[in-house]
């Protein structure tokens, strides 16, 4: 798993699969955000698969499906909503993790200076510099 801190509530990561639960729940995690539509490309584990394997290694999960390309404004609000109801610390994984860090990235505007956001992300390995202007807007 390549796994990449944001902050103390989020990590992100690249696709997961149902038999990495177990690893996340001794490395701390307590949920799992997921920002992928299933059926995304072949051979993808469907949120069902990773939701049961989720609960069974006690965890909380919950789809959060994004397609790639901006999100919209409804995408970013769902995810909000799942950072603050989950219980933390979370992973939030897409097939890349850039639509979950671009998610966190939307989330916090507002709520944290834009450099502070953009360094977070750019510490992670994801660069959010495109963004800029829609978070400081928000």
Not at 2 to 12: A, M, Q, S
Request: one cysteine or more.
């Amino acid at each position: 798993m390549d796994l990449r801190k944001i902050d103390d509530v989020l990590t992100v990561s690249p696709q997961i699969a149902p038999g990495d639960m177990a690893a996340l729940k001794r490395a701390g995690f307590r949920s799992i955000i997921c920002n992928r539509p299933d059926g995304e490309e072949p051979g993808q584990p469907g949120f069902a698969d990773i939701a049961g394997a989720a609960a069974r290694a006690g965890l909380a999960a919950r789809h959060v499906p994004i397609r790639p390309g901006p999100p919209e404004e409804a995408d970013v609000a769902a995810f909000g909503i799942a950072l603050r109801e989950l219980p933390a610390p979370i992973l939030a994984y897409c097939r890349s993790g850039t639509r979950s860090a671009t998610l966190w990235s939307l989330s916090a505007a507002g709520t944290r200076p834009t450099e502070e956001i953009l360094a977070a992300t750019r510490a992670a390995g994801y660069d959010m510099s495109p963004l800029a202007d829609r978070i400081a807007r928000a």
